[in-house]
């Protein structure tokens, strides 16, 4: 494994922390996936894959000591690598890998007060999870050089739509994104799109009586069925 780099403290040390171990594991799963299903081979004693925080991915053994310095990935992913077929069992690792990243970053956030733990939820929430980025779930139609706003919404104005992260690290894909919840059309290039901070449901501005210039002073939006619901 990489060289152990100082305890993160603060929230942004702990979210920069959760995002490069992220990108680790996203680049094991989508880029260098032919290399990361080598490694696991069922031969292989119990493996787990870790993403280390200089943005690196290992396959390797857990850590000998009882209790180990950190919470250990899923044990023994190997095993099932044969018996699955490819797809699935790089989602399973997937689903695995979003629940350590999770433990390790509030790990991290033990000494945290309540409103600081409630920011480092909020930002790791407005990350695409591994599993979704295998998925596919964070793409959409994207403008080269736009960026998506580090949260479940998008007031970038005209031309921001569904799926606009700023970092999906797959194949690149052309695969439809979701439509409007309320209309059912798909996204068109120069519409205003919103998403929602609870369902993460995406809407264009107009079907929820929402502007780019409203939608920007909104901190967290609500869709109107989320409104509803609540």
């Given at each position: 494994m990489a060289t152990t780099l100082p305890h993160p403290r603060s929230v942004d040390e702990i979210y920069e922390d959760f995002n490069n171990r992220r990108s680790a594991l996203v680049k094991a799963l989508t880029q260098e996936?032919?290399?990361?299903?080598?490694?696991?081979?069922?031969?292989?004693e119990n493996l787990c894959l870790y993403?280390?925080?200089?943005?690196?991915?290992?396959?390797?053994?857990?850590?000998?000591e009882v209790p180990p310095e950190l919470p250990?990935?899923?044990?023994g992913i190997n095993f099932a690598r044969d018996?699955?077929?490819?797809?699935?069992?790089?989602k399973l690792v997937a689903v695995h890998s979003d629940a350590w990243l999770l433990?390790?970053?509030?790990?991290?956030?033990?000494?945290?007060?309540?409103?600081?733990?409630?920011?480092?939820f909020k930002n790791i929430n407005g990350r695409p999870t591994v599993f979704e980025t295998l998925n596919g779930k964070d793409k959409g139609p994207k403008k080269?050089?736009?960026?998506?706003?580090?949260?479940?919404?998008?007031?970038?104005?005209?031309?921001?739509?569904p799926g606009d992260y700023d970092d999906y690290d797959?194949?690149?894909g052309d695969e439809k994104q979701d439509p409007c919840d309320i209309c059912t059309k798909s996204y068109k290039e120069g519409e205003f799109w919103i998403g929602c901070d609870v369902c993460l449901k995406w809407y264009h501005g107009k079907c929820v009586n929402v502007s780019a210039a409203k939608a920007?002073?909104?901190?967290?939006y609500k869709c109107p069925g989320c409104q509803k619901r609540r």
């Open positions: 996936v032919d290399d990361f299903y080598k490694q696991c081979d069922p031969e292989n993403g280390n925080p200089d943005g690196s991915w290992d396959v390797a053994l857990p850590a000998e250990e990935p899923a044990l018996g699955m077929d490819k797809k699935d069992w790089l433990s390790v970053a509030f790990f991290y956030g033990a000494k945290l007060n309540k409103l600081e733990r409630e920011k480092l080269q050089g736009q960026k998506r706003p580090p949260s479940a919404k998008t007031n970038a104005g005209p031309g921001a739509g797959g194949d690149g920007a002073k909104i901190t967290n």
